[in-house]
């Protein structure tokens, strides 16, 4: 019933700029803080950035501090994230997630029940 499905992902050069969108349903998307998490190849999935329901407090990751904004809409029930100055090492699939009990600890991947299915982001010359 819950669905969060990812768009904006591409192929990017290195200093360029992507906007990343989680799209929601099936659920009452103002009650849920929302996540980005990543995964590259051969690597352990990591936090990238986190928002909390009413979008003011928000989490990122030491790596992409200063360069991603994670933004919310809740009129649209959509999460954004905004990925500036990028660097080969962002390569990775993007996955937006859902926790429905607003974690003290939005870093960890367990607080999220809902996953989307991840969007490829490839930054290359």
């Known amino acids: 019933q819950v669905q969060l499905v990812e768009s904006g992902g591409g192929l990017v050069q290195p200093g360029g700029s992507l906007r990343l969108s989680c799209a929601a349903s099936?659920?009452?998307?103002?009650?849920?803080?929302m996540g980005w998490f990543r995964q590259a190849p051969g690597k352990a999935r990591e936090f990238v950035a986190a928002?909390?329901?009413?979008?003011?407090?928000?989490y990122y990751a030491d790596s992409v501090k200063g360069r991603f904004t994670i933004t919310r809409d809740n009129a649209k029930n959509t999460v954004y994230l905004q990925m500036n100055s990028l660097k080969p090492e962002d390569t990775a699939v993007y996955y937006c997630?859902?926790?429905?009990?607003?974690?003290?600890?939005?870093?960890?991947?367990?607080?999220?029940?809902?996953w989307g299915q991840g969007t490829q982001v490839n930054v290359s010359t």
């Open positions: 099936g659920l009452t998307f103002s009650n849920y803080d």
């Open positions: 997630a859902a926790d429905p009990r607003g974690s003290a600890w939005p870093t960890l991947s367990d607080p999220y029940d809902y």
């Open positions: 928002i909390n329901w009413s979008g003011t407090i928000r």
